[in-house]
């Protein structure tokens, strides 16, 4: 069951409507399975609309992300080892994600978003290595537009029992997993089949002849 403390939490965001799932997933302070099991609720008693929960989802999660790139673009491994644990991001996390965004490359910002605990820490890494913005938005929202549709289905499915949606999709979490690592293999093989980048060079002066 849920928390009375979780549920007063909830209610408020739920008088807020679509503003109030976009703030629940950004500010994150309530697992975004149950934010948006409960919007999907919501939604089944007719007082949201689907696909403006979805929008208000894909906005949330995008932002609570670009939060956690910056964090890592400005303030570096130091800052987050400091302030981390006031969001919930405990040091081993970094040193995870750390490890996975340089072995598996820019990939990783997709399919690691539906691996518990990486998904999270997962933006830290690319804002240190300073990826690029656009690279990182695209691959966030490709992630988080399934990941939005998946919770907010589950709970107008479930109804009165969305609060059970964690141990509903618990099984499913070592297949997802399983299927995130077969996804980065193949973007790891294709990266490397990839021809090398053709790069033109403008001649722009002769030696002089001896």
């Not at 503003?19 to 399975?33: F, K, R, T």
């Amino acid at each position: 069951m849920v928390s009375q403390l979780i549920m007063t939490i909830l209610d408020w965001f739920a008088e807020m409507g679509y503003m109030g799932i976009l703030l629940g997933l950004m500010v994150e302070v309530i697992p975004s399975e149950l934010v948006l099991g409960y919007g999907g609720y919501l939604v089944g008693l007719g007082k949201m609309n689907f696909w403006g929960a979805v929008l208000a989802g894909v906005a949330g999660g995008t932002m609570a992300q670009l939060f956690l790139y910056w964090a890592g673009y400005y303030g570096g491994r130091p800052f987050l080892l400091k302030y981390g644990k006031y969001i919930l991001i405990k040091e081993n996390h970094i040193f995870m994600a750390e490890g996975w965004f340089q072995r598996y490359g820019v990939g990783v910002i997709f399919t690691a978003r539906f691996i518990p605990v990486v998904r999270h820490a997962i933006s830290i890494p690319a804002g240190i290595a300073r990826m690029s913005v656009w690279k990182f938005i695209f691959y966030t929202i490709a992630a988080v537009i399934p990941w939005t549709i998946s919770f907010l289905s589950l709970g107008r499915i479930l109804g009165e029992n969305w609060h059970q949606i964690r141990e509903i999709t618990a099984p499913y979490v070592i297949p997802a997993v399983g299927c995130s690592f077969v996804l980065i293999m193949l973007y790891i093989i294709w990266k490397k089949k990839s021809p090398p980048p053709i790069v033109s060079v403008k001649k722009i002066g002769r030696f002089p002849d001896k």
